[in-house]
């Protein structure tokens, strides 16, 4: 059972405000055109932005915008990625997004997403494919410009109670070691998806919801030094224990989806999904970092830009939108 109890006083240090965004994900049927979501995102300041495939048409819609993106690579092409050449990896990314995209536009590339635990089939091929695409950037000379990392569920961890104690899994060690060590050689980050709801409603007999939204004040797991008085914190501070104990201490975090449902499950609301994400988004600005990495904003995406209503599984998942389909917000929420 996984729960994550988190920081609520920090030490003294100088902040460095960390950058917000969102993620766009299109698993629907209804979604607005995508000229009216690039209208949306820039009168709302948004410039940081997350998708999850190299869908043609909407890296073209995003061209020329000024925002930045994350673009997703399909855990359905590594195997590809893997097995070919760095020529083959560079013909992949030349036609299926620099060709749409100005390169000026792309933060990252998302290679795989939560591979390692929900998707296993393809975790042998991550890191080759990452490989061969990073020899590719290397030949346009953008391997500083644009960062390669591959996005993983909190269940990688098989402990992270109390955040001292974050360890991956066993099962997923030989895998997560050598895609630690290719970021740590090549400065990029490790990329998480992050969702204190999940952990909230699984182990609600033990975590409460003011815990989960910011709202405790006060401490409320003293780990060590450290004191913890929120879910976020205490799940990212985890993470950094677990890679400090596979030997990597310093790779830099980011947060790749985390969000806070407004229905279809227990505690899922708007004004519940308004306390945790513009908690979220404040602390990023404010460059507040966790107990373990004080003054050290943690860069977040939030998710997601509109609910989807094509999505599996429990209700609840289709409901992070934070904009409604006609551009509204569903909640107030600022993003800078």
Partial sequence: ?????LPLFFLQSPTVAAPIGICYGRVADN???PSGVINLLTSNGISNVRV??????????????????????PNEILPSLAAGSPTFSLEWLQSNIFYHIPTN??????????????DPYYSPFVVPAMTNLYQALQTLNLAN?????????????????PPSSGTFDPYTVSNIVPLLRFLNDTNSPFMVNVYPYLSYTSSSEYISLDYALFKSDKAVLQDGALAYGNLFDASIDAFIYAMEKEGFV????????????????????VENALAYNENVVRRALAGIGTPKRPGQGVEVFLFDLFDEDGKSGAEYEKHFGIFGLDGSKIYDIRFN
Wanted: no cysteine; hydrophobic share 45%; net charge negative.
């Fill in 145 to 161: 410009s644009v960062k390669l990392s591959s996005p993983q569920a909190a269940s990688v961890l098989s402990a992270s109670y």
């Fill in 250 to 269: 310093g790779v830099p975090l980011v947060v790749t989806e985390t969000g806070w449902p407004t229905s279809g499950g227990a505690e899922a609301s």
């Fill in 105 to 118: 536009q792309i933060r990252y590339l998302a290679v795989g997403n939560e591979v390692l635990s929900k």
């Fill in 1 to 5: 059972m996984l729960i994550f109890l």
């Fill in 52 to 73: 999850f495939n190299p869908d043609p048409l909407t890296l073209e819609s995003f061209s020329g915008t000024g925002i930045n993106l994350i673009i997703g690579v």
């Fill in 31 to 33: 979604l607005p055109r």
